[in-house]
């Protein structure tokens, strides 16, 4: 049982909605558009939760700067052509509405854009249940603390007292850099022997698992 926290903090991609490998075939369709090396699925996964453009200079490296605008152009064509077919991962909405009601602030830290987050919140019907969210592209982007550093000083919680939820090795170092607990996820974007070398509070491995822990006695 996790000891109590004020403020869960919470991914989005592959934490919350089931969105991995739609991001990683879509990377890889920009890349085959562009006449590029197509990354792998590895690769691809690796990426998932930094911002556009630390993303894109990891997985192109010898990509000039200008072309990164053409990838990034050709990434929203394909990931926008398929976003309304994801969805999220079971039990999300009533294990939110659970947290919700027990008194715990919730946000959002996500390596998506503003832009492509509050599209997500509406599709997804979940914008009520955060009192704050923060994106790529309004400071640094993972796994600097900044986002987090955000939302604790925004919402007036203590490090010690909140708990960042995520699938990557990014949202686990963003967690350290701030000084709070973290739990990895293992279902989503990375395996569980990466999330495990990058020494998270918790671990669980599925959804279930996740809401059952986050709200016990529930």
Same mark, same amino acid.
């Given at each position: 049982m996790p000891r109590e926290y004020d403020l869960y903090v919470f991914d989005w991609d592959g934490t919350l909605s089931d969105s991995a490998a739609h991001i990683v075939t879509s990377i890889q369709a920009s890349a085959r558009d562009l006449g590029l090396p197509v990354p792998s699925d590895y690769d691809s996964r690796h990426i998932i939760g930094l911002g556009l453009q630390d993303a894109l200079g990891m997985l192109f490296p010898d990509l000039s700067p200008d072309r990164y605008r053409d990838v990034a152009e050709r990434y929203k064509v394909h990931y926008l052509a398929g976003e309304t077919q994801?969805?999220?991962?079971?039990?999300?909405?009533? +294990?939110?509405?659970t947290a919700q009601a027990a008194g715990r602030l919730l946000a959002v830290a996500t390596g998506k854009s503003r832009r492509g987050l509050d599209r997500a919140l509406e599709t997804t019907g979940l914008r009520e249940f955060f009192a704050a969210s923060r994106c790529a592209d309004? +400071?640094?982007?993972?796994?600097?603390?900044?986002m987090l550093e955000y939302l604790l000083d925004h919402l007036g919680v203590a490090a010690d007292r909140a708990l960042m939820i995520g699938d990557t090795t990014h949202d686990v170092e963003m967690a350290h850099g701030a000084r709070m607990d973290s739990v990895a996820v293992t279902y989503g974007a990375h395996d569980p022997g990466k999330l495990a070398r990058s020494r998270p509070t918790y671990t669980v491995h599925s959804p279930r698992e996740l809401w059952q822990w986050l709200n016990p006695g529930a």
């Open positions: 994801l969805s999220l991962f079971e039990g999300v909405a009533p +294990g939110l509405r309004e +400071g640094f982007a993972k796994p600097h603390p900044d």
